[in-house]
Structure formats: structure tokens, C-alpha cells
């Protein structure tokens, strides 16, 4: 059993999110689902929480209300094998009104913040030889470019 699971507040698109999540990344499933009672605060009968899975990892989703929004302070980095599930992740993540930004980084259409990342980038950026240069064009990317990271790679 996962001893932490991530709790993502919502306004009231919980249970939409965990479906859209799990459309993308194809792995996932719903678990169960509360709901608002008599004493609210949401409707009666309404998504209080809902658990899902993505890639073996367990969330909880909490329609809470609007009182908080995601920030950049916290995100879900995606570890992508190769340039094709970078552009598969930006690409799906993005639809239906996020946004792009800097670094590999992306906020879906509920504002949670995304960073799609090739797998090799961290051992390119821990090379004492060629770390600088690699995280010179990861800094002037938006969606990151496997070729381009690794030609910076090799100077």
C-alpha cells in the first residue's frame, strides 16, 4: 500500500480531472468516490472526493471549493523514454485550454502544473563536462527537444 498519496483540490472538477488524467495516460482507473451529504458543502449527492491511479501512482481528488488554486509550487514531472512520449504528454496535457511554459513545464485546462521531462535529462544535466551547456537550452525551450538537448550535450 502507497504510505502518501498526493490530494489535489479542485473547485468542483474532480471527478472530471481523474477522468481526463486517466485518458491520457491509458494505465490509470477510478477508485471510489464520496459524496456531499445533507451538510454540504457542496450539493447533495455532488463528487466530494474521488481516488484514482496513474501509472501505479494513487491521488485523491477533492472537490473543495474555490477558495484555493494550484500554483507552480507544486507539480507532477512525467518521465518520458524518448521525444514521443514528450510530445504525446505536452500534447494531451495541453488540450482543452492549458497553457505552455518554460522548461518543459506546462498547466492543464485545471491549472495543475505539469513538467514533461525525457528520461535522460537529468544525467545530461549532472555531466560535469557538458551540464552547463544542457541546461543553457533546456532554458530556452518551452517543450523539450530531446535532439536538441543532447546535441547541446555533446557542444
Not at 512525467?78 to 521525444?83: G, I, N, R, S
Request: glycine letters at 12%; proline letters at 5%.
Amino acid at each position: 500500500m502507497q504510505k502518501i498519496t498526493p490530494c489535489l483540490w479542485f473547485d468542483n472538477q474532480a471527478e472530471e480531472a481523474a477522468n481526463f488524467y486517466i485518458s491520457v495516460f491509458k494505465t490509470g482507473k477510478i477508485g471510489a468516490i464520496s459524496r456531499y451529504g445533507e451538510t454540504g458543502p457542496g450539493p447533495k449527492g455532488g463528487v466530494l472526493t474521488i481516488e484514482f491511479e496513474l501509472a501505479g501512482q494513487r491521488y485523491l481528488g477533492l472537490n473543495g471549493g474555490p477558495q484555493f488554486k494550484f500554483t507552480e509550487a507544486v507539480s507532477l514531472s512525467v518521465d518520458c523514454a524518448d521525444q514521443a512520449e514528450v510530445d504525446y504528454f505536452w500534447d494531451r496535457l495541453i488540450e482543452g485550454g492549458g497553457s505552455h511554459g518554460p522548461c518543459g513545464w506546462l498547466k492543464d485546462r485545471y491549472g495543475l502544473s505539469w513538467q514533461v521531462v525525457p528520461s535522460k535529462l537529468m544525467d545530461l544535466i549532472r555531466d560535469p563536462v557538458s551540464g552547463d551547456r544542457v541546461m543553457a537550452a533546456v532554458m530556452q525551450m518551452g517543450k523539450l527537444d530531446v535532439a536538441k538537448l543532447e546535441a547541446a550535450a555533446k557542444g
